[in-house]
C-alpha cells in the first residue's frame, strides 16, 4: 500500500505518543515498556491499523506492536489510533521489517501476523517477500520457541510459495486453508482492510499458520 506522499506525515509520526521512535533501543525491553510480562504479538505491514487495533480491542492480555515502513500510511492508523487513548496495549513503529532483528530480541515476540504482504511477483525480487527463507531466519531471530506465524493473502502464487518455502525451512505447517471464510479457522477471525476489499471482489482468502522448527 503506498498513499502519496502526505506533507507533515513525518513530523506527525515524530510527535506521537503512540508511536516508538527509538525502536532500537527497545530490544530486549519491550515488556519493561508496555509495563506487564503479557505476551507481545506483532503485525509487520500493517498498513492503516483496522486489525491489530481490532486485536488490541478485543485481547487486552496481549501486547500489540503495528510495523509499517511508509509513513503516509502509518500516519492514517495514528488517526485512527489517537481517538482510542485508552487502549493501553497497543503501539506502532515505522520501519523496514528487514532490520527487526535490531528491535526485538530472540524470545522477545510471542506472534508474528503477516496481512496481505506485496506479492513482489517477480521471481528477481523473491528475497522481498515477507514469506522468503531470508525473512523466515529473521522471524526465527525474534520469536519465542513455538512462536507461531500467521499469513493472509488472497494472492494465490504468493501463498503457494509461502507454503512451500515455510516447509523447506522447516517450518511446521498447523492451519491452512485456500478459503478462509468457508472453513473451521474462520471462527475469531478479523478482517483487515485488504481483505474486506478482496474478499468483497469475491476473492478467496489463503490462510497458513506456521511454527518455527524446533
Ligand atoms: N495488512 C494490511 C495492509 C496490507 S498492504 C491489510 O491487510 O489491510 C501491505 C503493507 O505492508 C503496506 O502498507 C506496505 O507499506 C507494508 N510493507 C510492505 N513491505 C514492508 C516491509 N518490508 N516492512 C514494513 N512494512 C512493509
Not at 174 to 201: P, Q, V
Amino acid at each position: 500500500m503506498r498513499l502519496r506522499n502526505i506533507p507533515g506525515s513525518r513530523e506527525a509520526i515524530a510527535e506521537s505518543e503512540f508511536v516508538i521512535h527509538d525502536e532500537e533501543s527497545c530490544k530486549g525491553k519491550w515488556r519493561e515498556i508496555f509495563g506487564n510480562d503479557n505476551p507481545v504479538y506483532i503485525e509487520i505491514g500493517m498498513g492503516k491499523g483496522t486489525f491489530i487495533m481490532e486485536c488490541a480491542r478485543r485481547n487486552p492480555d496481549i501486547n500489540y506492536i503495528g510495523i509499517e515502513k511508509y509513513s503516509s500510511v502509518l500516519l492514517r492508523a495514528l488517526e485512527k489510533r489517537e481517538q482510542e487513548p485508552d487502549l493501553k496495549n497497543l503501539y506502532f513503529i515505522r520501519m523496514e521489517a528487514e532490520y527487526i532483528e535490531n528491535v526485538f530480541e530472540k524470545d522477545e515476540v510471542d506472534s508474528i501476523y503477516l496481512n496481505f504482504s506485496d506479492p513482489w511477483p517477480k521471481d528477481r525480487n523473491a528475497k522481498r517477500r515477507l514469506t522468503s527463507d531470508r525473512f523466515l531466519k529473521r522471524y526465527t531471530g525474534v520469536l519465542k520457541k513455538d512462536g507461531v506465524i500467521t499469513f493472509k493473502t488472497d494472492n494465490i502464487d504468493l501463498f503457494d510459495f509461502s507454503v512451500e518455502t515455510a516447509k523447506e525451512c522447516g517450518w511446521e505447517i498447523l492451519a491452512e486453508t485456500r478459503d478462509l471464510h468457508h472453513s473451521e479457522y474462520n471462527e475469531g477471525n478479523i478482517m483487515t482492510e485488504y481483505e474486506k476489499k478482496f474478499s468483497g471482489l469475491g476473492h478467496k482468502i489463503n490462510m497458513m499458520k506456521i511454527k518455527q522448527p524446533s
